[in-house]
């Protein structure tokens, strides 16, 4: 199973990003999938996830300003960041809790996305 992010780079301050993350491999299911980002001297912090039932949860500082969605057909999430800040610059993860043979949870390889003008 592996988990494909793409979408980061250089924002400016009020635009947008758009990530993606694709699973593939031999999913039996999935369950949620998320975004995690870790910034500069932070620790890593849960940003917004989605369950299979359409539920989806934000972190209080992306409230209003970004929207998870989730496409099932494709096994992959997104994340729709508008109004970019620069405490928004980080190293985003996805994951993605799915069982195969066993359940568990499976974590992108990371992509940078830096706020700045």
């Known amino acids: 199973v592996q988990l494909q992010a793409s979408g980061g780079g250089l924002g400016q301050p009020g635009g947008s990003l758009r990530l993606s993350c694709a699973a593939s491999?031999?999913?039996?299911?999935?369950?949620?999938m998320g975004w995690y980002r870790q910034g500069p001297g932070k620790q890593r912090e849960l940003v917004a996830s989605t369950t299979s039932g359409g539920s989806t949860n934000y972190a209080d500082s992306v409230k209003g300003r970004f929207t998870i969605s989730r496409d099932n057909a494709k096994n992959t999430v997104y994340l729709q960041m508008n109004s970019l800040k620069p405490e928004d610059t980080a190293v985003y993860y996805c994951?993605?809790?799915?069982?195969?043979?066993?359940?568990?949870?499976?974590w992108g390889q990371g992509t940078l996305v830096t706020v700045s003008s």
């Open positions: 994951y993605a809790l799915l069982r195969t043979t066993y359940y568990g949870r499976y």
């Open positions: 491999g031999s999913i039996f299911s999935i369950n949620a």
